[in-house]
């Protein structure tokens, strides 16, 4: 059995180790090494037995194959080359571990033996997928980091047997939940108002609708998603419509709303805005309708 090792890329030669290995026991029965200069090996195998061939320079892919030499009846030659690439390509895929949208993130690499911070760079494919060129001989730690997110990581052991040219992860983040508190309360006597809160997601394509109620007092706390905007609708009876924006985008927010209520009486007056009729016409435009 012959041939030679190189890079798969470059084609230059490699110094790599070559073990025949009984498949059955796993005990190596010989060990031999390429030539440094031209990459090329040769050794023989005794017939009547099945081997397992396994080529490898550490900071290189691993390769191996099976050569059964039962029916053997007279010598023979065989030419086997080998391609060993030096680096892996790994494709991460960054989620909202919630809602499962994709996200941008902050990715950092290190050395996990050492902690060293590693200089490779990352290609972002589209919104939320990254690929990343490793090189093989190293046990790394990934980390994904988004200001809105817990920073999320994984270890990836490119130190020993690497038989896959590319690699794919998700890592699903877990969303920052803030607590945020709304007091609503009458806007003549300061006493709280029993009312249902309706709350609009507006940062995702799909709007999350969730309705709770406040206490006796008028208060309510709830864990809002950081990094998000929120349309907030409180329609309280007896009580004129309240309705307001919470942005937690900003990295200064106050988390609370105080809401003062309106009392429904003939005599109350209702600001509207952004009331438009059409030209010389009583006639309520397009835009009129949501307020």
């Known amino acids: 059995l012959y041939g030679t090792v190189k890079d798969l890329n470059s084609g230059h030669p490699l110094l790599?180790?070559?073990?025949?290995?009984?498949?059955n026991t796993s005990i190596i029965q010989s060990v031999s090494e390429t030539?440094?200069?031209t990459g090329a090996y040769s050794l023989f195998l005794p017939k009547d037995r099945k081997f397992r061939i396994d080529v490898f320079n550490k900071r290189y892919s691993h390769n191996f194959f099976t050569y059964n030499t039962l029916k053997l009846s007279d010598f023979n030659e065989v030419n086997k080359d080998f391609e060993l690439?030096?680096?892996?390509?790994?494709i991460l895929n960054i989620y909202d571990s919630e809602i499962f949208e994709p996200l941008d993130a902050i990715i950092s690499l290190y050395d996990n033996?050492?902690?060293e911070v590693l200089n490779v760079e990352e290609k972002e494919i589209e919104k939320g997928m990254y690929s990343l060129s490793l090189p093989i001989g190293k046990?790394?730690?990934i980390e994904a980091e988004n200001k809105h997110f817990e920073?999320?990581?994984?270890?990836?052991?490119l130190s020993g047997v690497v038989q896959f040219s590319e690699f794919e992860r998700d890592m699903e983040l877990e969303v920052r939940k803030v607590d945020y508190v709304f007091n609503i309360t009458d806007e003549e006597t300061g006493e709280g108002v029993e009312a249902i809160v309706e709350i609009i997601n507006l940062s995702t394509n799909e709007k999350i609708?969730?309705?709770?109620?406040?206490?006796?007092e008028g208060k309510l706390k709830i864990k809002l998603r950081d990094g998000t905007q929120y349309e907030i609708n409180i329609t309280p009876q007896g009580y004129a419509f309240y309705n307001t924006t919470v942005d937690l985008v900003e990295e200064e927010t106050n988390y609370i709303t105080e809401a003062k209520l309106t009392p429904l009486r003939k005599e109350t007056k209702l600001e509207l805005n952004h009331i438009y009729f059409e030209t010389n016409s009583a006639d309520l435009n397009k835009e009129s309708f949501k307020e």
């Open 209 to 216: 609708i969730k309705k709770v109620k406040t206490d006796k």
């Open 139 to 141: 046990v790394y730690r």
């Open 151 to 157: 920073t999320d990581s994984f270890k990836l052991d």
């Open 85 to 90: 690439y030096s680096e892996v390509d790994l």
């Open 113 to 115: 033996e050492t902690g």
């Open 16 to 23: 790599a180790q070559i073990h025949v290995t009984d498949p």
């Open 35 to 37: 030539d440094q200069t």
